[in-house]
């Protein structure tokens, strides 16, 4: 059975004490025992006085807890499939979708994997490529890219800043965005990661101006402090929704009032988080104030010596390394799980005790599997994407028992839509921001409950820039050089919603070009169409 940190290190120093006290004869002891008795030493504990302090007295935490070292993971995309679909059959009378062809999936995986809708040149490559392993070389390439890097680091940003309310002369998103791209290109474990933010503790800077990097903010990692105004109250609440799923903010003022949660357990979380003591305002009369002890959500207490930023590293520890936690490695399986397929295991940030959960052996196996993988991102991405479950056709889901059947239709996110954009007509910073503006969403809510708007469908059909830089684009040009106008259409499908048009699309293209008043009008007009298009904005 593996100890709390706390208990740990009190179990170290009676151990020491036994240990030493059969060094001494008896006659010692019996003379020791008429004396005083001595306080136990407390353990030296490192001083936190630079980021690699933190990440160093993590790491003396982390050693405590044996079952993080495992890297023996001989967990596959075959036995995630066998698992997966035994309990889905049991559960569905639903038949399974067929595996898509290798042009809808080079598209789905560029999309998951990159952000952005792949070249149309590596899609007619890739069809052609007769290597029966290519579909996993192709995963194995895209996740070790700069584009996967950002497209988690630009997440995680939306993440943690969506419903913020901190001033924002007092943050940089962009920062904090950039620091998350560069431990996501350097495949660093999400356990260092959130670790890092968890028990980051900005500093006001005197004599300098907030705007002007005042709390240290141009220091990534801080943001996700200052993100949360650094309240620890807000802190305790995002901390436990983010990485552990679990929605505990109604419990700050009262108990909860669906789940379990009690308000002295929210606070005494929050007292992680406090620079110094920490105390809970009596629920009905304010001017009562209780001082509240630091103890996790899963009944873990620190050491009564440790100073607050140690407190807080301590706090980070037992979210990401008891064992007895699996919430942690569970909630970021179940978030990329619904990324990828549409639907998670669990609603999006609703993985307490009673909440309700499909296929619950399954996601406990594959959450396991990640935590014996050391938290590895990379390796989960891949895991997912070389799956039948991930490969399969596109398909409308009704019944919470036909889940993963299928995979759900999703919208791409707000910058995956700019960048595809940007990929058809250039860079140009005010048609981006309004792009994101208009596809703007909360990227905690289930794709389920996402929706497209008017406002995104009138800025795609009469932004004025758009139009006229897509008139005025690379692409348009390259396709007025090309005489045949069925191969004119395959290439126009091609390089806007990467996949090759029907036969039945051809035909009508062919008879919309040649009833055009010119070719130029009607080549323009065609992107207009397929960028106006559903498959533009969702994958498929």
Same mark, same amino acid.
């Given at each position: 059975?593996?100890l709390?940190?706390? %208990?740990?290190?009190?179990?170290?120093?009676?151990?020491?004490?036994?240990l030493?006290?059969?060094?001494?004869?008896?006659?010692?002891?019996?003379?020791?025992?008429r004396?005083?008795?001595k306080?136990?030493?407390?353990?030296k504990?490192?001083?936190?006085?630079?980021?690699e302090?933190?990440?160093r007295?993590?790491?003396?935490?982390?050693?405590?807890?044996?079952?993080?070292?495992?890297?023996?993971?001989?967990?596959?995309?075959?036995?995630?499939d066998?698992s997966?679909?035994?309990?889905?059959?049991r559960?569905?009378?639903?038949?399974?979708?067929?595996?898509?062809?290798?042009?809808?999936?080079?598209?789905?995986?560029?999309i998951?994997?990159?952000?952005?809708?792949?070249?149309a040149?590596?899609?007619t490559?890739?069809?052609?490529?007769?290597?029966?392993?290519?579909?996993?070389k192709? %995963?194995?390439?895209?996740?070790?890219?700069d584009?996967?890097?950002?497209k988690?680091?630009?997440?995680?940003?939306?993440?943690?800043?969506?419903?913020?309310?901190?001033?924002k002369?007092?943050?940089?998103? &962009?920062?904090?965005?950039?620091w998350?791209?560069?431990?996501?290109?350097?495949?660093?474990?999400?356990?260092?990661?959130?670790?890092?933010?968890v028990?980051?503790?900005?500093q006001?800077?005197p004599?300098?101006?907030?705007?002007?990097?005042?709390w240290n903010q141009?220091?990534?990692p801080?943001?996700? %402090?200052?993100?949360c105004?650094?309240?620890?109250?807000?802190?305790?609440?995002?901390?436990?929704r983010?990485?552990?799923?679990?929605?505990?903010?109604?419990?700050?003022?009262?108990?909860?009032?669906?789940?379990?949660?009690?308000?002295?357990?929210?606070?005494?979380?929050? $007292?992680f988080f406090?620079?110094?003591?920490?105390?809970m305002?009596?629920q009905?009369?304010?001017?009562?104030?209780?001082?509240?002890?630091?103890?996790?959500?899963?009944?873990?207490?620190?050491?009564?010596?440790?100073?607050?930023?140690?407190?807080?590293?301590?706090g980070?520890?037992?979210?990401?390394?008891?064992?007895?936690?699996?919430w942690f490695?569970?909630?970021? %399986?179940n978030?990329?799980?619904?990324?990828y397929?549409?639907?998670?295991?669990?609603?999006?940030?609703?993985?307490?005790?009673?909440?309700?959960?499909?296929? &619950?052996?399954?996601?406990?196996?594959?959450?396991?599997?990640?935590?014996?993988?050391?938290?590895?991102?990379?390796?989960?991405?891949?895991l997912?994407?070389?799956?039948r479950?991930?490969?399969?056709?596109?398909r409308?889901i009704?019944?919470?028992?036909?889940?993963f059947?299928a995979?759900?239709?999703?919208?791409?996110?707000?910058?995956?839509?700019?960048?595809?954009?940007?990929?058809?007509?250039?860079?140009?910073?005010?048609?981006e921001?309004?792009i994101?503006?208009?596809?703007? &969403?909360?990227?905690?809510?289930p794709?389920?409950?996402?929706?497209?708007?008017?406002?995104?469908?009138?800025?795609?059909?009469?932004n004025g820039?758009?139009?006229?830089r897509?008139?005025?684009?690379?692409?348009?040009?390259?396709?007025?050089e090309?005489?045949?106008?069925?191969?004119l259409?395959?290439?126009?499908?091609?390089n806007?919603?990467a996949?090759?048009?029907t036969e039945?699309?051809?035909?009508?293209? &062919?008879?919309?070009?040649?009833?055009?008043?010119?070719?130029?009008?009607?080549?323009?007009?065609?992107?207009?169409?397929?960028v106006?298009? $559903?498959?533009?904005?969702?994958?498929?």
């Amino acid at each position: 059975m593996l100890l709390p940190f706390g %208990v740990m290190h009190q179990f170290v120093l009676r151990s020491l004490i036994v240990l030493s006290l059969l060094a001494i004869p008896c006659s010692s002891i019996q003379a020791q025992r008429r004396k005083p008795t001595k306080k136990p030493p407390q353990p030296k504990l490192p001083d936190l006085k630079s980021p690699e302090d933190k990440l160093r007295f993590l790491e003396m935490i982390r050693a405590s807890f044996p079952t993080i070292r495992s890297r023996n993971v001989t967990f596959q995309p075959q036995d995630l499939d066998e698992s997966l679909e035994r309990y889905v059959s049991r559960a569905s009378s639903e038949p399974f979708a067929e595996v898509i062809d290798d042009e809808k999936f080079i598209r789905r995986v560029y999309i998951d994997a990159t952000g952005k809708f792949p070249p149309a040149g590596r899609i007619t490559k890739f069809i052609n490529d007769k290597d029966p392993d290519k579909r996993s070389k192709l %995963v194995d390439e895209l996740v070790e890219t700069d584009a996967f890097a950002r497209k988690n680091a630009r997440y995680w940003r939306s993440v943690v800043f969506y419903e913020s309310n901190a001033p924002k002369n007092q943050t940089n998103p &962009q920062a904090f965005e950039d620091w998350l791209f560069r431990e996501f290109k350097q495949g660093t474990s999400w356990d260092r990661i959130v670790g890092e933010m968890v028990s980051a503790v900005p500093q006001r800077r005197p004599k300098v101006k907030v705007q002007y990097n005042g709390w240290n903010q141009d220091y990534g990692p801080n943001n996700y %402090v200052l993100a949360c105004e650094r309240k620890p109250e807000v802190i305790a609440s995002n901390t436990a929704r983010l990485f552990m799923g679990i929605s505990i903010g109604c419990a700050e003022c009262h108990d909860h009032p669906f789940d379990d949660w009690k308000r002295e357990q929210f606070h005494e979380l929050a $007292a992680f988080f406090a620079p110094g003591k920490y105390h809970m305002t009596d629920q009905y009369d304010p001017t009562q104030k209780t001082e509240m002890q630091a103890k996790f959500l899963l009944g873990e207490e620190p050491p009564p010596y440790l100073k607050p930023d140690q407190r807080r590293v301590a706090g980070a520890a037992y979210l990401i390394y008891n064992p007895d936690n699996y919430w942690f490695a569970r909630a970021y %399986v179940n978030r990329v799980w619904n990324e990828y397929l549409g639907d998670g295991f669990y609603s999006v940030d609703s993985l307490g005790p009673d909440k309700e959960v499909i296929h &619950q052996l399954v996601v406990n196996r594959l959450s396991a599997a990640f935590r014996f993988a050391g938290f590895d991102t990379k390796w989960l991405a891949k895991l997912i994407m070389k799956t039948r479950v991930y490969q399969r056709e596109i398909r409308t889901i009704q019944d919470t028992e036909d889940l993963f059947t299928a995979v759900r239709p999703s919208r791409l996110r707000p910058a995956e839509v700019a960048d595809n954009v940007q990929q058809l007509v250039g860079e140009n910073k005010n048609l981006e921001r309004a792009i994101k503006g208009a596809f703007d &969403q909360n990227p905690s809510v289930p794709q389920a409950d996402l929706e497209g708007s008017i406002q995104q469908a009138l800025l795609l059909m009469n932004n004025g820039t758009l139009q006229g830089r897509l008139a005025a684009s690379e692409l348009r040009k390259r396709l007025s050089e090309i005489k045949d106008d069925r191969q004119l259409i395959q290439q126009a499908f091609l390089n806007t919603i990467a996949r090759r048009p029907t036969e039945q699309e051809i035909t009508r293209y &062919q008879q919309f070009i040649k009833g055009s008043a010119n070719r130029y009008e009607g080549i323009v007009d065609m992107l207009w169409v397929l960028v106006n298009s $559903a498959e533009f904005v969702t994958k498929t």
